[in-house]
């Protein structure tokens, strides 16, 4: 490990070579933070016909169709179950985020999203808020209801964006083109919320530069946190058939390793990294399978790190390749 220097970031002081989101979160609310996650009963424009119907190839949406919807427990009861769950594992654990995550969680009129996101709120052991959503599902109104909360509580908003290029955006059939990216960035800016970027590697076709120019794009936008996933397939997809056919590889463990590696070493200092992998219930994940041992991955991804003394940010601001 590098020496430490004056004016390094907190998290290089506290020895980690990436801004982890754990760090952040005990940062800011002095102690372990749990997500809990919400499903309240949204749908996905890129399913229910406004879009398209297929839903991206990687997503298992059966559920998202409205006519499939079922009546949810309560947001409260939820809550009081997933905190209660995990407890179990982390006895000691006393603050939660709420986080709407399947399907798009911004994608109903105002004044519903309004009393689910407030539900959510008004747990006594919730001390804030994550929303999983589409870029192109942010109206201004939504966005006005959003700001409401920041002013109240802490809120990160994760927008879908995978990658910057359009033609892999196509591939997976996701409805919009990064200017809708863009677009949702440039009109959540100064709103008092987290502006969190979901990314996925290892898109078919995406060469490491690709990979890496989406990482420069990240940087040139001055996104507040990322969620890098690696391209994984669950089962009663598109691309689970894609996978078993051979028409599709995922990457290789070592290999999305170091491009995690490579592609931290281009975002920011200041960018928070919510998550280096991607994983799913093992008897739904169609491969690959290195993707469901994360602790070994984190392991992994540190002595990556080590063996190139490297950290988050080293290439900032660098060329792509
Ligand atoms: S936008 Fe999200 S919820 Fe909708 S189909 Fe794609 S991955 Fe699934």
């Not at 949204?42 to 297929?54: L, W, Y």
């Not at 559920?63 to 982390?90: C, K, M, N």
Request: some cysteine.
């Amino acid at each position: 490990m590098n020496s430490v220097l004056p004016g390094l970031p907190a998290w290089r002081e506290a020895g980690l070579r990436y801004f982890s989101y754990n760090f952040h979160l005990r940062q800011r609310f002095g102690g372990r933070v749990q997500k809990v996650s919400l499903d309240a009963g949204f749908t996905c424009p890129n399913v229910d016909g406004t879009v398209a119907t297929g839903g991206c190839v990687f997503c298992d949406n059966r559920s998202f169709s409205p006519s499939r919807r079922i009546p949810r427990t309560s947001i409260a009861g939820q809550l009081d179950h997933g905190i209660r769950v995990l407890r179990r594992r982390y006895s000691n654990v006393e603050r939660f985020l709420a986080y709407f995550q399947p399907a798009t969680n911004t994608y109903a009129p105002v004044e519903r999203l309004r009393r689910l996101y407030f539900e959510a709120l008004d747990h006594p052991q919730v001390v804030g808020l994550a929303i999983g959503t589409r870029p192109d599902c942010v109206p201004d109104g939504v966005l006005d209801l959003l700001s409401e909360l920041a002013a109240q509580t802490y809120l990160s908003v994760e927008y879908g964006m995978q990658t910057m290029h359009d033609r892999s955006l196509d591939w997976m059939n996701r409805g919009h083109h990064h200017d809708a990216f863009l677009d949702a960035i440039q009109r959540s800016r100064g709103r008092g919320f987290e502006i969190c970027a979901h990314v996925i590697l290892g898109l078919p076709g995406e060469t490491h530069a690709d990979m890496m120019a989406t990482a420069q794009e990240l940087a040139r936008l001055s996104i507040d946190s990322v969620k890098i996933h690696n391209l994984y397939a669950v089962k009663h997809t598109p691309l689970a058939e894609w996978v078993a056919s051979g028409e599709v590889a995922l990457m290789e463990r070592d290999d999305y390793l170091r491009t995690v590696v490579d592609f931290l070493e281009r975002l920011p200092a200041e960018c928070l990294v919510e998550r280096i992998s991607g994983d799913a219930p093992p008897d739904y994940l169609v491969g690959p399978a290195w993707c469901l041992d994360k602790p070994a991955l984190r392991i992994a991804l540190e002595a990556e790190f080590a063996r190139r003394d490297t950290w988050q940010g080293r290439l900032a601001g660098r060329g792509a390749n």
